[in-house]
């Protein structure tokens, strides 16, 4: 496993992470998340990721038991704040009341005294964006968050939170965590220039577009494969868009590549993201302690300039 600096800061993280969205908690079982979660530590990664409202803390309550095996130092771990965690006025967004009992809530679930990334999962329109990094700078300085990440913010918004910072000498945002892959490429005209100029890295979700660039989706099949997010309810929503005869025979296309190359097409799409020095990380979920092993695997591997040249021609 190879690791990367976060942003400008002296952290360093693991290229590849494991996110807890759409899984633990909810459609995998406590024991099978647990033994994941060891199986990605023992293969070096230090990055995990989760949020208040994957299933309502249930995903934090599962990450931060199997965590507690590991020394504290030993890894970095995330959270969010933004959603609905109830069915009152207050129970969402980012004002100083309900990140402060979030973030609270977010460390009792997980046991633990800190949280080394708080991000704000979305932008919050109805509250002003000095008293939200106001109230993270108070996390901060109160030793229960260390580093400010924002999550699917626009161009727009991170510049106005970097002005913002600035303007009242408050940490400023270290990390963005936005949905970047093959055939999902919108980061790259202007919040990945605005983020390196400033020292701020991509942590990505989704690299693997909800399981199409792992190339188990076929085109002109019927019917998905058994156990795929194509046929999990609480996730199909998000991967029904990118089941398009267009992307599914770029897939094919890439899949020869990862062939000729050696490496499955899941490590392909991985190593792609890689490529750019300004992410970070690539954030993975995963169901079994294996598919972390294959993931993990993408790690290190260097994509030839030929080689790119050829993917590009592909997804263009």
């Known amino acids: 496993m190879e690791y990367r600096r976060l942003g400008r800061t002296g952290l360093k993280v693991s290229e590849i992470s494991l996110g807890s969205w759409l899984t633990y ?32 803390g249930a995903a934090e309550e599962v990450v931060g038991k199997a965590l507690r095996a590991y020394p504290r ?25 309900h990140v402060l009992e979030q973030a609270n809530a977010s460390l009792k679930r997980l046991g633990l005294d800190y949280v080394d990334i708080y991000y704000c999962h979305r932008y919050d329109k109805e509250t002003p964006l000095d008293e939200t990094l106001r109230t993270i700078e108070d996390l901060v300085r109160s030793g229960k968050v260390l580093y400010v990440g924002v999550s699917e913010w ?15 000498l408050l940490d400023r945002i270290v990390v963005n965590q936005p949905q970047y892959h093959m055939l999902n490429r919108q980061i790259e005209k202007e919040i990945i220039p605005l983020s390196d100029s400033n020292g701020i890295s991509q942590v990505v979700f989704s690299p693997l577009a909800q399981g199409v660039l792992t190339g188990k989706y076929r085109r002109g099949e019927d019917g998905t494969p058994s156990g795929s997010r194509a046929t999990d309810s609480s996730s199909n929503m998000f991967i029904g868009g990118l089941l398009s005869d267009e992307n599914l025979e770029k897939v094919e296309k890439l899949t020869g590549i990862a062939g000729e190359l050696g490496i499955s097409m899941a490590q392909l799409a991985i190593a792609w993201i890689l490529r750019l020095p300004g992410v970070a990380s690539a954030l993975v979920g995963a169901s079994r302690p294996e598919q972390i092993v294959e993931n993990a695997q993408a790690s290190g591997v260097k994509l030839p300039e030929e080689v790119l040249a050829r993917i590009e021609d592909i997804l263009a």
């Open 25 to 56: 908690g909810n459609s995998v079982d406590d024991g099978t998340a647990a033994r994941t979660i060891e199986q990605a530590y023992e293969l070096g990664i230090n990055f995990f990721d989760t949020a208040n409202v994957y299933m309502r």
């Open 73 to 97: 130092e030993s890894y970095v771990l995330a959270t969010k704040v933004f959603w609905p965690m109830g069915d009152g006025v207050n129970d969402r967004g980012l004002s100083r009341k």
């Open 154 to 168: 626009t161009a727009a918004q991170i510049q106005e939170g970097l002005g913002v910072a600035d303007k009242y």
